[in-house]
């Protein structure tokens, strides 16, 4: 099936840059020069090939000079078994300082890697079933799914399938090793929309019509500077048509993409300028087929759940159990842990370990008998199952600490965070979700949260100090909107005082049981401006 849906490539190449290193070398064939390079050493990298190593993945850290980098991985939904995080761990204490983190996109991130070691790192990730390939770069990302799938009780369907055909007809494939600008896809039949088709270039949901289920299809969705909700295309789709839907999405981005300008390239910027009926349209065209007409879509009112916590599975008699992170950051010894204790008190043969998009990680499979004992062996090496609304819902970036684009420091400030929160606000126990980014590039997706952050500086007495734009209101799902800029300029040592202003507030202000993300989105700008009006004054 999937050999017959290879298409020419058709595009017009742009004049920038990154447009023409890669009509010189495509990004996949670096990999053919790493030996070399692991040979010669960091000196003898061409400058083009930095840019081509994040097809694999591979990012320099900062500062770029210093010779180390970091390693995201590709993981389709986050489905891990213990072999493969016994793995990962092993890396993690041999090259990576001992600790890793949980990304966004449910894969698992090393740093303070040498280019030396990259060759047995590859060897040795590839021995148990991992890739890092299309990770990062001008190509298909990691296809992002439903931790759950095939678990939860109340999902629409098991998009299991479907995931795993996408992704891999799309891994590897020179067919779309040449795309505008990254591309992000989710595929999920969960009823709740963890998996945020809002803010992927191509979002693919589970829809019910009547007694018969499939999916729907949201295009153009993404963050950054110039943030985009996707739209939804009018269409039903059985479970036999999302790949071809997927394929053929992706060769009209390949092929109409803006090229000419870095800023404009994601398919979000050509989704805007058609809308959903003309890019329907075009895909149909392409594809030489019709797909079935739907227009009556239903989202939830409030998504973004991460399924952490212990739940009862669809199969009877086992749970799930969630392990939450505080900025998805673990060390190896605890990555260890899990894979050790999950085959103790898992089902043999079926246990595994998931990872989430909020950066957590799921134990699944496991017998109501092992639960507890589960539990206590995971609280024993250090970790969190049974978490504070404040541990659960923050999400956060690299931040300065690696990244050579953020201005602030978010990973470490979300760890310290979370415990002056439960300090600080005890007296909150509804859910709050709280985003970190450390620039406007938006990698802790500050946008769509409640309370979002985004790294940001100030001068005082000339020195700079960091700072974070404060933004409220954001949410995905029904009546999907982006935060506003409400606060600039928060002292970093004060972030978690101005949360709690805004909790603090809305307690004072909500309607009966309005939840909090209800209460931001009908409150006005002004009215949300005036929670810090008083501190701005005695500033002043």
């Not at 978010?410 to 415990?419: A, D, E, F, P």
């Not at 859910?431 to 938006?442: D, E, K, L, T």
């Amino acid at each position: 099936m999937i050999a017959t849906l290879s298409t020419p490539r058709n595009f017009t190449p742009g004049e920038t840059k990154e447009e023409q290193l890669k009509l010189v070398k495509d990004g996949l064939d670096v990999i053919k020069d790493l030996p070399r390079y692991a040979k010669e050493g960091f000196q003898a990298i061409d400058a083009d090939d930095f840019t081509r190593f994040k097809w694999y993945g591979v990012y320099q850290q900062k500062p770029k000079e210093d010779g180390y980098f970091m390693l995201r991985t590709r993981i389709p939904g986050g489905l891990l078994n213990p072999i493969q995080l016994r793995e990962m761990a092993a890396l993690t204490d041999d090259f990576a300082h001992g600790f890793a983190d949980v990304t966004t996109r449910q894969t698992v991130q090393l740093h303070w890697l040498r280019i030396e070691q990259f060759p047995e790192i590859f060897r040795r990730l590839e021995s148990v079933g991992i890739t890092s390939s299309g990770a990062c770069g001008d190509i298909a990302r990691n296809v992002v799914g439903c931790p759950v799938a095939g678990m939860d009780p109340d999902a629409i369907l098991d998009a299991s399938a479907e995931l795993k055909a996408v992704d891999a007809h799309l891994t590897n494939n020179p067919e779309f090793s040449n795309l505008p600008r990254k591309y992000k896809i989710s595929i999920s039949g969960c009823r709740i929309m963890c998996t945020q088709p809002d803010i992927n270039c191509v979002g693919v949901f589970g829809l019910e019509r009547g007694q018969e289920r499939g999916y729907g299809i949201k295009v153009g969705g993404g963050l950054s500077s110039a943030p985009h909700l996707a739209q939804t295309l009018p269409v039903f789709l059985r479970p036999e048509d999302v790949l071809p839907m997927a394929h053929f999405t992706s060769v009209i981005y390949r092929d109409h993409g803006f090229r000419d300008k870095r800023a404009r390239a994601r398919l979000k910027f050509l989704m805007a300028d058609w809308g959903a009926e003309k890019f329907l349209a075009e895909v149909e065209r392409v594809a030489g087929r019709t797909f079935e007409r739907h227009t009556e879509f239903h989202f939830p009112e409030n998504p973004e759940s991460d399924h952490v916590g212990v739940h009862a599975q669809t199969q009877k008699g086992f749970y799930w159990v969630g392990v939450c992170l505080a900025g998805g950051r673990l060390t190896g010894q605890q990555m260890r842990a899990i894979a050790d204790l999950s085959e103790k008190f898992g089902e043999k043969g079926k246990v595994g370990i998931r990872g989430t998009n909020k950066q957590n990680l799921i134990i699944v499979n496991v017998p109501e008998k092992g639960v507890e004992e589960l539990k206590k062996g995971l609280v024993a090496a250090g970790l969190v199952v049974e978490p504070s609304n404040f541990r659960k819902g923050c999400v956060s970036c690299t931040g300065i600490e690696f990244c050579n684009l953020a201005v602030g420091e978010t990973k470490n400030r979300m760890i310290r965070m979370v415990g002056e929160l439960e300090t600080l606000c005890s007296h909150y126990q509804d859910q709050v979700r709280i985003h970190f980014s450390g620039c406007p590039s938006s990698c802790g997706q500050h946008q769509i949260a409640d309370i979002g952050f985004r790294g940001a500086t100030r001068t005082v007495d000339g020195v700079k100090k960091e700072c974070f734009d404060m933004f409220l209101g954001g949410k995905t799902g029904a009546d999907a909107r982006f935060n506003v800029l409400i606060q600039p300029k928060v002292p970093y040592e004060e972030v978690h005082h101005y949360i709690d202003k805004v909790l603090r507030a809305y307690q004072a202000k909500k309607s009966g049981s309005e939840t909090l993300t209800r209460w931001l989105g009908r409150s006005s700008k002004d009215d949300l401006k005036s929670i810090f009006a008083e501190a701005n004054g005695a500033a002043n």
